[in-house]
């Protein structure tokens, strides 16, 4: 236990890092996509320059930062096993491995856009950007409430905290459109 602040102030260092990335690298996949309707020169020019930075952000901080946020993480199960047996922290896990998973999603997109293959437009992926907003809302909630949350308000709210962010998006696709 000695050293289990240490870990996890690591932990959260990294946490914030990697969600960072996330963010910032679902921006540029939206940017990215919007350089499809420049002219010809200026879409080549965007999307190389998009593709190089995706794959900067990815390389160098997004991926790392979720390794050493995996790896402090397991740490902290290892000093403290325990924590394994609180419902919490199984519904942290569970919430991680989305993150997980969104993660490794985005990665794929990030490959296709690279390769020119443009699956989603970019209100698509501004709402995929609110994915990971969602996921950190929960894993915090979950942590930071631990017993007390009452789970069924808590996928109440995130529901509805999910509804709201995702009309914010579509009315912020109205204005700029207009």
Known sequence: MEYYR????????????WMAG???GVRLFIYHTEANDKPEVEKNILQK????IQARLWNIITTPAM????????????????????DWMLVKLGFVVLL???????QNIMKQLKNGMFKYSS????????????????????????????W???????????????TAVKIYKYYREK
């Open 22 to 24: 996330l963010f910032y």
């Open 123 to 150: 209100t698509q992926l501004r709402l995929w950007n609110e994915v990971a907003t969602i996921l950190l809302v929960a894993i915090v909630f979950t942590v930071i409430l631990k017993n007390a949350v009452d």
């Open 49 to 52: 320059e998009f593709a190089k």
């Open 152 to 166: 069924i308000y808590g996928l109440v709210g995130l529901i509805v905290f999910s509804a709201v962010i995702m």
């Open 100 to 106: 997980l998973v969104y993660h490794f999603i985005c």
């Open 6 to 17: 240490y870990v996890l102030a690591v932990h959260i260092i990294f946490v914030v890092s």
């Open 67 to 86: 390794l050493l946020t995996v790896v402090a993480g397991v740490t902290m199960l290892f000093l403290n096993p325990g924590l394994l047996l609180a």
